[in-house]
Every structure is written in structure tokens, then in C-alpha cells.
């Protein structure tokens, strides 16, 4: 079933008016999230995208994971994906790019949330 674009529309609209960038977590890394913008399909995939910035200059300490997690209306989570990022490799800033291609993901999908762990 394709989704028009009311319904496309609606779902981006919706998920970007109810994602919560977790910037406590994001700090203690030395990273800042943000931008995080969404383009929805009509065969039904959810791509999400966010600017990945270091707080201050320098290396990081360690690997990072950017979790992206969408929630239904119960705030239970339908979808999750991760971007990894090397810290040898991260110059400063990076666009992280998240696919979501479960059928149902945009039906179900109402909030997000982005966070940053650290790899050990």
C-alpha cells in the first residue's frame, strides 16, 4: 500500500514536532545532535537524518553509537537503528542517516528519540 502525500506529509510533521534530542547524554560524550529532519516514502520507509557536532574541539574518546528510536502513541519503541562513528575518523561534525524499512514503521511510528552512547 503506497502512502500518499497528506500522509507522508503528516507523518514527517508529526515525528519532527515529537523528537527529543537526549542532550545530557550527548554532552557527557562531547557531542551536540542536531538538525534531525525526516523524508518519508511512498512505499512506506522512514529516513531519518541529524547533524552529529563535537561540543569541543578535539578528539573523542571513545567509538560513539547514534541511537535513533521511534515510539508509538504508548511511547512503546516499534523501530530502532544506530549510526557508528570511529573516533579516529570523526573530524569534528558528521551527518548520521537512519533507515527504517519494517512495514508498518510509519503507520505506528509517533515520537523519536536521538542519543549518543559510547562504545567500550
Request: hydrophobic content about 40%; aromatic content about 10%; charged content about 20%.
Amino acid at each position: 500500500m503506497e502512502l500518499t502525500v497528506e500522509e507522508r506529509e503528516q507523518i514527517r510533521n508529526q515525528l519532527a514536532q515529537n523528537t527529543e534530542v537526549l542532550d545530557a547524554i550527548n554532552q557527557a560524550l562531547n557531542l551536540k545532535i542536531s538538525s534531525v529532519g525526516y523524508s518519508v516514502s511512498e512505499t512506506g520507509w522512514i529516513e531519518a537524518m541529524c547533524d552529529v557536532i563535537a561540543i569541543k574541539p578535539g578528539a573523542l574518546r571513545h567509538d560513539i553509537y547514534i541511537k535513533f528510536n521511534l515510539y508509538d502513541e504508548n511511547n512503546n519503541l516499534v523501530a530502532a537503528e544506530e549510526q557508528y562513528i570511529n573516533k579516529n575518523d570523526f573530524g569534528g561534525y558528521a551527518t548520521a542517516t537512519f533507515m527504517f524499512l519494517s512495514s508498518g514503521v510509519p503507520q505506528r511510528a509517533r515520537s523519536a528519540r536521538v542519543f549518543a552512547v559510547a562504545s567500550h
